[in-house]
Each structure stands twice: as C-alpha cells, then as structure tokens.
C-alpha cells in the first residue's frame, strides 16, 4: 500500500510539473511604450516704437511707422494675419505699401497673411509696412489739413493681429474663417 501510495504522488507531482511547465510557455509579455503628450502654442505680439506726437501729417512728408508682429520662440506653425483699417478718408492723405512676404487675404479686405514655420530658437519678427513708413501725399492742401483739425475726425491707421496653428488648416483662407466667427 505504501508502495501505490508513492507511486499515486509521485505520478501527481510529474503531472503538476508538465502542467505547470505547460502554462509558463503560453504567458507573453511585451516592453511598456510610454506616450507623454505635451502642450503645443502660439504667443505673438504687436508693437511699434514710434511715438505717436510724431505722426503729423505734413504734405510730401515721409512718417516712421514700424508696426512689427513678432512671433514668440517655440509657438507653433501658424498662419499669421494682420488687419489693416483705415479710418476715415486715409486714401486722400497717405499712401503706404505692405511689407515683403505678406499676401492679401482677398482684393482690398485689408486683411494679410503669411505662414509662419515653427523656430525654437528665436522670436521671428515681421514687418507690417514697407520701409516701416508711410507718406503724407504731396497733393494734400493746407485746407483739407485744417478741415481734418476742425472736424476732429483723425486719420488713422489700425493694426491688428492674429495667429492661427497651421495644422489642420490647409489654407489662409480657412484659417481666417475660424477667426471671424
């Protein structure tokens, strides 16, 4: 009896073994892959350095004007607009040209753009006009000078800029119309 009952353990253990050997080549396992997602951006600015006393409007008369939008380090691809608006009759007074590299969005919208590459380095800084500068035309009068200080309505020129990611724009076009809604 002792004899059967070692034999029946015996036979119980191999079994165990060759079944548990069994498992151990059926289990599989991989490397862990860890996807960290970070945050993606674009920061621009607008500015200029010429005061605004010394904008008078003298005829023929070349005028400092250096609006510049500076697109700040690590911002991502984008398209970058400016709007230009003239307020009141600018058009009888000044004359001024669009900056290199920029295009406009449609006929006389006033609205420009350009894409923008992504740069990790450095602030890329553009240009609104050219020559930084606009001209006072040499046909303005004396009167059409005081009928603007007597109606106080001023001449001027508004700037203003916007930023959209490139990614999943494929045009100027359609980036603008997330803008204007």
């Keep these: 009896m002792k004899k059967i009952l070692i034999a029946v353990l015996a036979t119980v253990l191999i079994c165990g073994c060759v079944v548990g050997g ?29 005061e605004q006393e010394s904008l008078k409007m003298v005829p023929g008369q070349v005028i400092a004007k250096d609006p510049k939008v500076t697109v700040v380090k690590e911002s991502e691809a984008c398209w970058l607009f400016v709007k230009i608006e003239e307020v009141n009759d600018v058009d009888s007074y000044l004359t001024y040209a669009i900056a290199d590299g920029w295009t406009e969005l449609t006929e ?9 590459d992504y740069n990790a380095a450095d602030p890329q800084v553009f240009s609104v006009l050219k020559e930084d500068q606009v001209t006072v035309k040499d046909t303005v009068t004396k009167e059409q000078l005081k009928l603007v200080t007597a109606e106080g309505d001023p ?14 724009f494929d045009t100027a076009a359609a980036a603008w119309a997330e803008i204007s809604q």
């Design 155 to 168: 001449i001027a020129l508004k700037f203003t800029a916007y930023a959209v990611q490139r990614a999943g």
């Design 22 to 50: 069994t498992y151990a080549w059926l289990i599989a396992q991989t490397n862990t892959i860890t996807n960290t997602f970070t945050v993606g951006d674009i920061n621009i600015t607008l500015a200029e350095t010429v």
């Design 108 to 116: 006389n919208s006033g609205i420009y753009y350009r894409a923008v």
